[in-house]
DNA sequence: AACCCCACTTGATGTCGATCAAAGCACTGA
DNA sequence: TCAGTGCTTTGATCGACATCAAGTGGGGTT
């Protein structure tokens, strides 16, 4: 599914994912060279607003290392998380200069940047780029989509299951699970920030891990470290279709 | 925003929106030639399924005349709309040959279909096409990010104002405004595919369109036809920012 | 006219998650 | 060591929306 794929995607550059996501495989020298003149590199403490929602946006950016998130905040204060954005995902919009959203960054980040006029040019004059730029976004969709399905009709018990599974299937294919098929992993976000994702209060996402805790869905080990025993009862739990899974 | 962009496009070329949309206005007569060869038009009835979610589609589409929704379903019949289709929209995934979503008319729709092979194709030779879908793309992405804040945060008052606001504002620039600086249109949706859209049931969209009623937001005859006395007073219950907008 | 059908409205009641409030717990720095 | 702070848990209560259940009313058919 894609915001599974959305979230299985990872570096595989060591200097510059941009070049991998946003110039694809097919990318030669010449690109390289063009995109290195072009950029330079950013890093923010876990906590720090990154963008602010209308700011003017010069330059386009990828995330190199670290989690940042997406987010829209009503005037009274209510925010809604609308991405999450992991290592190799682009930020920022060619064409337009006022930034749509605040990012902020949960851990450590650090990104890659590139002015955006110039990046512009370069994608007129390179079409593998938009051509991957259009197949990023268009994953992307595909992931705000899956959300809007979880936001919109899941309980707040399939809406943990659900972000639950989304962290453990990433990890679990980053090789993180254990012998006997259990996965095990970090959760990367606040009690807060799990709640503005799902459109829930902090409070409900607490009590809904302490009661899946308690169902022996998942085991907990200090507030973020989560163990899943079983993979398909936490899936059951999602209120996903769960055929053809992995773990099934 | 972008939601409202999405809502504001309407058909420019009588015989084929997707040269504007997916060619862009820098298309010469080669490249509409090409699509002249390539494109098929398909009717539906109001009510009917255009597309199930996991079909074979062997084409791409862009709507022409009508209103079509795109929704995603549960396996116990939970359904949650996350897109509706204008005149104008395009259908489908360049590169991808399963559905993902229902497609369902809402109205009689005329679709101009395009065999997806040969778009393919005709995509790698004219990067305007990819960049006008890339653009297109990204206004879909902004639109649904806008509904995920929706979806999450709102109440249901303000969810069933938001959607009036989208609807009236889209009609208001198709210069349905009366003299008066009211907003007259006809309800497109069902109250149900109303509550689908909205992740609400149809008992509550009833209930809080019959509240802004009484509360003389908007005014009703029959079920259908609403008018906006005053679209301030509707913007003020959206719970969106109203800085900047044409009604303020 | 009489009927049905379907979209819609309205009412009564129930429940899930929000809200308000108070601890608990790990970590920091003095 | 101890207070201070930020994140989290848990409890009590409330309220918005869902659910269940009758109606209503317009448009079409016979």
Same mark, same amino acid.
């Not at 064409?95 to 749509?100: K, L």
């Given at each position: 599914m894609a915001f599974q794929e959305k979230l299985t995607t990872h570096i595989e550059c060591e200097s510059c994912p941009i070049r991998h996501r946003? #110039?694809?495989?097919?990318?030669d020298v010449d690109e390289l060279e063009l995109l290195a003149d072009m950029k330079y590199y950013r890093t923010y403490d876990a906590g720090?607003? #990154?963008?602010?929602?209308g700011d003017t946006m010069d330059f386009v950016a990828s995330v190199v290392e670290g989690i940042a998130t997406l987010s829209q905040t009503m005037e009274d204060g209510r925010t809604q998380m609308v991405g999450l954005l992991l290592p190799s995902d682009f930020v920022g919009r060619p064409?337009?200069?006022?930034?749509?959203y605040d990012v902020v960054a949960t851990t450590r980040l650090t990104m890659c940047c590139f002015r955006r006029k110039p990046f512009e040019e370069l994608m007129e004059n390179t079409p593998h780029i938009g051509q991957r730029l259009l197949q990023m976004t268009l994953d992307e969709l595909d992931a705000a989509r899956e959300w809007m399905l979880l936001l919109g009709r899941k309980t707040a018990r399939e809406k943990i299951a659900s972000l639950l599974a989304i962290i453990a299937r990433r990890d679990a294919t980053l090789n993180l699970i254990s012998p006997k098929g259990k996965v095990v992993f970090d959760l990367p976000l606040t009690r807060e920030a799990m709640a503005d994702y799902l459109g829930l209060t902090l409070e409900t996402v607490s009590r809904q891990i302490s009661a899946l805790r308690r169902d022996g869905v998942i085991e907990l080990e200090g507030k973020r470290h989560v163990t899943v025993p079983q993979m398909s009862r936490l899936l059951d739990e999602t209120g996903d279709d769960t055929d053809g899974g992995v773990f099934a």
């Open positions: 946003a #110039v694809c495989a097919k990318c720090q607003t #990154v963008i602010w929602s064409g337009r200069d006022e930034a749509a």
